[in-house]
């Protein structure tokens, strides 16, 4: 009998056993057809001796840290009980060339077990991934400002929502509106819907879906103009991003850092930086996931009322205004501003052409000061007519109504000309 070529992984996986490797060899040529599933076992095997090594080499290691670029990591903990989830339980769904952006960019074999989702390289092996019993949101949404309609996969565990103080990243992944490569033809829908049909009988939570009921922007879509948007443009500091409004959660992606805001870690929400444009929208969250106030901001006020609308709605907005939260005054200022008017109110008093002033003091007869001036038209009108650098008194500076104030010159010409004619007459 021939000898058997060797095989590069069998011979790594059998390294401690030759005999058996030998023996594995001898069946493989007797039986061509099962060099795939050794080939499988091997790779299990290099993969699980491994992850081994990793948690042997202390508590520093056990967490391993996959990096990808300069602030890019990914935790994963007990990566050998992930490996054998995926590499022994049989797949529910095996899609290749699957576009990760977090926490690595890079085209990766998505496969799902019942216990596990993860990523394979080209080398059958297992780069990162999570444990289903751990996920605790997931999010499907179109991706923004994309002629060709694609769809982000963000999916969360604990720690990974980007606002704990000891985070790791979530699983963020893109998929286009076409079939699974390698599907029968029977087979109908898309990737998206297969993937959200495997998932939703074996998460704990359903994946989340944007919907009109739940929220729709108010800008026009200019990428595919028949459609809905169920984003909005923000910044997070300097970077671009946009805010989805979803079923219990708020999502801001899809640049790191990325945010999931569940509803459960919202302390509360509140506007600020408005102008005639723009508003920024800070989210508080709360001690339990890190306390932070993170705003997002040059949001665009046509989407105001139907982000307002949302947070309403879900009672996000409410804690803003709590008691607790506002801001104590001092006794000593308490006093000094007793019976003081409001800046509201006396804007809206000289508005509404109310002088405070004239009907506290001088209109009052029961007054000791009150002084009953029957010139006092005349004396105005002198003094109009005086030198216009004069510095004027303060009833002077507030205007008498709302007219005069906005037609100013016109109703000096009208007394002037009313003032020539008494004087033909005299």
Known sequence: MAAAAPIPALEEAFADSPPLHQEILEYVSRNPQSLGLFQRISQYIIDTKQANADDRDGPATKRRKLETHPGSQIEIVSKSTLVAELSSQPSLLRIPDISFSIPQRKKFTLVLTTAALGAFNSNNSVEFGVHLNEVDYVACVPVPEKAAK??????????????????????????????????????????????????????????????????????????????????????????????????????????????????????????????????????????????????????????????????????????????????????????????????????????????????DDDDDEDDDDYEEDSDRSDHTDASDSGDSDAEPTSKERIPRNLAEEELGSELEEVDNTDDDESGEEN
């Open 150 to 359: 694609q769809w982000n996969f963000a999916i969360f565990v604990k720690n990974s929502h980007g606002i704990s103080d000891i985070a790791t990243d979530p699983l963020l992944f893109t998929v286009t509106d076409t079939s699974p490569k390698g599907s029968a033809p029977a087979e109908s829908g898309d990737i998206r819907q297969t993937i959200i049909a495997t998932l939703n009988p074996i998460l704990p939570i359903n994946v989340a879906e944007p919907s009109v009921e739940i929220f729709r922007s108010l800008t026009a879509n200019s990428y595919r103009k028949n459609e809905v948007s169920y984003h909005v443009k923000s910044h997070l500091g300097t970077k671009e991003g946009f805010l989805f409004f979803l079923k219990n959660a708020i999502i801001w992606g899809f640049k790191k850092p990325l945010f999931c805001f569940v509803f459960d870690s919202i302390e509360s929400s509140s506007y600020s930086s408005i102008t005639q444009r723009t508003f920024s929208l800070t989210i508080k969250t709360t001690v339990e996931f890190g306390g932070k106030e993170i705003e997002f901001s040059m949001i665009d006020q046509v989407e105001h009322p139907a982000i307002d609308d949302f947070l309403r709605r879900n009672q996000l907005k409410d804690a803003s205004m709590a008691e607790a939260r506002r801001a104590k005054i001092p006794s000593s200022l308490i006093k000094e501003n007793t019976g003081a008017k409001s800046e509201l109110q006396a804007a809206e008093n000289e508005i509404a052409g109310i002088d405070q002033n004239d009907s």
